[in-house]
C-alpha cells in the first residue's frame, strides 16, 4: 500500500492553472526526485500532500484512506508527514534544541525533558551536537538547515517533503545537506525531494518526477530520465546545465 496518494489533483490560483489532473503515489521506502522548470508546480504538488493547500478536485490518501479536511485528520496527517522548508522556517528567538523540541511538545504532548533529550538525539544525528544551544542566527545556513531536517525527523514521519533544501545555501553549504539527506535515503526514509541537484536526482533517487506547465510528465527511474531521447527532457538539462 502506498504511504501517499494523490488521484486526478486539480488547483488553480486565481485564473492560473497549477496543478492539471496530477496523480502521483509513493510508496514505503521510495526516494522521489522531483524536477522540473520554475513554476512548474512542483511546490504546490507538494504542498497538496500534506494538505497545507487544498485541492480544487482529485482526492489524497494517507495510508490507503483519504485525507479529508477536518481537524483531527489533518492533525494526525501532518504529524507523520515531516515537512523541510526552503528557507529552514526555524522560529528565531528559540534555540536549535527548542526549535527541534517544540513539537513534540505541541503536537505530541511530550513534556519539554523528554523532548529535550530526543531533540538531542536527532541534533546529533545531523551533526550537531555542538550547537544545540545556539539561536538560528548564530548558525549557517547549512546548519540551519540541518536543524530543520532535526526537526522533521523528531516527529518520526512516515515520509518526509523537502522543498529545495539546499537552493537558498551558499554552494560551499550544499554538501553538508545533501549528505545528511543522502544517509537518510540509505537508511530507508521514504522521501520526496524537489530539487535542483541534478546529481542526487541521478545518484540516490530511485524515482524521477518530471513536471512541466502543472503536469507530471515523466515518473521513471532516474537512468531512463537522464538518458532520454525527448527533446522536452534535453531541453530542460540543457537549459538546467547552462543556468548552474
Ligand atoms: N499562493 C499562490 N497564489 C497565486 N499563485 C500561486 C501561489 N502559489 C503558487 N502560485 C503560482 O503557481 C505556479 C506554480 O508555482 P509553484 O510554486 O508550485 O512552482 P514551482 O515548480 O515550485 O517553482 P519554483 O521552482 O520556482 O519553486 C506559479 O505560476 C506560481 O506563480
Ligand atoms: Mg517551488
Redesign the pocket.
Known amino acids: 500500500m502506498s504511504v501517499i496518494e494523490l488521484k486526478n489533483i486539480c488547483k488553480s490560483?486565481?485564473d492560473?492553472q497549477?496543478l492539471r489532473n496530477v496523480s502521483f503515489s509513493v510508496n514505503k521506502q521510495d526516494v522521489v526526485a522531483v524536477v522540473?522548470?520554475?513554476?512548474?508546480?512542483?511546490?504546490?504538488?507538494?504542498?497538496v500532500m500534506n494538505y497545507l493547500?487544498p485541492p480544487d478536485s482529485g482526492e489524497v490518501y494517507f495510508h490507503g484512506s483519504r485525507v479529508v479536511p477536518n481537524r483531527r485528520v489533518l492533525r494526525t496527517v501532518r504529524s507523520k508527514i515531516g515537512f523541510v522548508f526552503?528557507r529552514f522556517n526555524l522560529i528565531r528567538h528559540l534555540t536549535a534544541l527548542d526549535n527541534v523540541a517544540i513539537g513534540l511538545v505541541k503536537v505530541k504532548g511530550m513534556k519539554w525533558i523528554q523532548a529535550r533529550e530526543l531533540a538531542f538525539s536527532k541534533l546529533k544525528d545531523v551533526g550537531l551536537s555542538d550547537r544545540v544551544n545556539h539561536y538560528p542566527s548564530q548558525l549557517s545556513g547549512g546548519q540551519q538547515q540541518r536543524v530543520g531536517i532535526a526537526r522533521a525527523l523528531a516527529m518520526e514521519p512516515d515520509l518526509i517533503l523537502f522543498?529545495?533544501p539546499t537552493s537558498a545555501l551558499d554552494p560551499s553549504l550544499v554538501g553538508e545537506v545533501m549528505s545528511v539527506i543522502r544517509e537518510l535515503s540509505s537508511s530507508g526514509t521514504t522521501m520526496v525531494v524537489?530539487t535542483?541537484e541534478m546529481s542526487f536526482a541521478r545518484h540516490v533517487a530511485n524515482r524521477l518526477v518530471y513536471?512541466e506547465d502543472?503536469r507530471i510528465v515523466y515518473d521513471t527511474t532516474p537512468e531512463r530520465f537522464f538518458l532520454s531521447k525527448d527533446e522536452r527532457v534535453k531541453r530542460f538539462l540543457n537549459d538546467f546545465l547552462e543556468a548552474v
Do not use: N, P, Y
Not at 522540473?36 to 504542498?47: F, I, N, P, V, Y
Open positions: 490560483f486565481g492560473t497549477v522540473g522548470k520554475s513554476g512548474a508546480g512542483k511546490t504546490t504538488m507538494l504542498r493547500i526552503q522543498d529545495e524537489v535542483h513536471m502543472g
